[in-house]
């Protein structure tokens, strides 16, 4: 598996500011995505970090509002840009990781909690 | 459009029982399957994964793939309190690397 960690734990904002998320990996790993998930709701895959290149953003999420960085093998961030209480949700970074006989699994980080006002 | 279906529950069973949970999926080049647990405040955590059709077993859980009917299911034996969770299922996405999500099945298991 692996090992992941991410900070804040949880944050309360003003509207209009942004938040930058960090996510760090025991270990190198190619693969590396950012999440969210309203309450009582399923995964929203937001984008999938590249290592050096832009991240790749699924339908209904840009650049502009969740910018992210991949500097390295092991880190990564998320920005909520200009944030509005629709922004608030868990945002959850994940890490595919390659077993010998299958595809990548996906392990989860713990979360950030993210509360808007 | 790519799709992972589970019923979202709640699913109730008493403590002790078989908890079957089922999962169907819209993509037949997806290859690999997943179940994860994820507790209320938590994040999701790994129980299994399966790719062969038929059986695959770890400790008290069971995932049953059949391919021909694009259907994913958990077995949950001997259910205990602790169980008590939403159970997402997950399909990938034939060659790419992401993940399709169901909405999750909320599992409740009485004592």
């Known amino acids: 598996s692996a090992v992941i960690s991410q900070k804040p734990s949880r944050d309360i904002c003003q509207r209009g500011t942004s938040l930058t998320i960090q996510c760090q990996v025991d270990?190198?790993?190619?693969?590396m995505f950012w999440y969210r998930q309203q309450p009582g709701q399923s995964l929203t895959l937001i984008a999938t970090?590249?290592?050096?290149?832009?991240?790749?953003?699924e339908s209904g999420f840009v650049i502009d509002k969740f910018p992210i960085s991949r500097p390295n093998l092991t880190f990564s961030t998320l920005t909520v840009s200009n944030m509005s209480p629709e922004d608030s949700s868990i945002y959850l970074c994940?890490?595919?990781?390659?077993?010998?006989?299958?595809?990548?699994?996906?392990?989860f980080g713990p979360g950030t909690r993210l509360t808007v006002l | 459009q790519k799709e992972v279906e589970q019923n979202s529950g709640p699913l109730s069973v008493p403590e002790g029982a078989i908890a079957s949970l089922n999962c169907t999926y819209s993509?037949?080049?997806?290859?690999?399957f997943f179940w994860y647990r994820q507790y209320s405040g938590k994040s999701p955590e790994l129980i299994m994964f399966?790719?062969s059709n038929g059986d695959k077993e770890d400790g008290r859980f069971t995932a049953q793939l059949n391919k021909a009917s694009q259907y994913v299911s958990l077995l949950i034996r001997d259910s205990q309190p602790s169980d008590s969770a939403t159970y997402l299922c997950?399909?990938?996405?034939?060659?790419?690397?992401?993940?399709?999500w169901g909405l999750g099945t909320s599992l409740a298991v009485n004592p």
């Open positions: 993509d037949r080049g997806s290859q690999s």
């Open positions: 399966i790719y």
């Open positions: 270990s190198q790993v190619t693969m």
């Open positions: 970090a590249n290592q050096g290149s832009e991240a790749t953003y």
């Open positions: 994940s890490v595919a990781k390659s077993l010998a006989e299958l595809t990548d699994t996906q392990y």
């Open positions: 997950a399909a990938n996405a034939g060659n790419n690397r992401k993940l399709i």
